[in-house]
């Protein structure tokens, strides 16, 4: 079993869409990130989330909603897709609240059209 | 702004040297350091974690902590074709607040 699993791997999009990603730990872990990695593969925290509580909410458009439904979930939902958009999008999960030993999801690529 | 500096390389090293990756930080307050290794198309891995002054060794990397210069590295002994990717240095900055911060990365490649 993929300890931290996204979906989908690649997603392709038009301008001004609607899109979900989707990421699942089994792992255990009680805190969840979600990381945007852009083209020169600078990887930025955009949220964290402790038991289901939003910890960090760094500077990112209101279009990016994360929701976490239960401990080992975290989605991240994003309105009004803008072509700035495109960029691996990385889900982690960490044991503690502190980032040790974070485990990353295999990424999804997002490209807007 | 809490930062992380690392030089972009490329980083170029022929089979068997030792690469050095450096790493410097902007607060004073973190506790928690961690080197991740990335290869292309591919998710961070963590290798390294070290949290006090001073030097720790796994397998061939060793990292190296020196709070009161704001500085960490990550020493490659014995370094292999297969060690070629970006390594990325990551920061605690939030103590209980989780806010792991990565630098930018160095891109090495060891030459055979």
């Known amino acids: 079993d993929t300890a931290v699993s996204q979906t989908p791997k690649y997603l392709v999009t038009q301008m001004g869409n609607d899109k979900s990603i989707k990421c699942e730990q089994n792992?255990?872990?009680?805190?969840m990130y979600w990381y945007k990695q852009d083209s020169k593969k600078f990887l930025k925290i955009m949220f964290s989330y402790n038991n289901k509580e939003l910890i960090i909410n760094e500077t990112v458009p209101n279009r990016f909603s994360p929701k976490s439904p239960d401990k080992a979930h975290l989605n991240l939902h994003i309105n009004s897709l803008e072509l700035g958009d495109s960029a691996v999008y990385f889900c982690a999960s960490s044991p503690t609240i502190s980032g040790e030993d974070a485990f990353f999801g295999q990424g999804t690529r997002l490209t807007v059209v | 702004q809490k930062e992380v500096e690392q030089n972009s390389g490329p980083l170029s090293v022929p089979e068997g040297a030792i690469a050095s990756l450096n790493c410097t930080y902007s607060d004073r307050g973190s506790q928690s350091f961690f080197w991740y290794r990335q290869y292309s198309g591919k998710s961070p891995e963590l290798i390294m974690s070290?949290?006090?002054?001073g030097d720790k060794e796994d397998g061939r990397f060793t990292a190296q902590l020196n709070k009161a210069s704001q500085y960490v590295s990550l020493l490659i002994r014995d370094s292999q074709p297969s060690d070629s990717a970006t390594y990325l240095c990551a920061v605690n900055y939030g103590g209980s607040q989780g806010n792991l911060i990565f630098g930018k990365g160095t891109k090495l490649s060891v030459k055979p």
């Open positions: 070290i949290y006090s002054n």
């Open positions: 792992l255990g872990h009680d805190t």
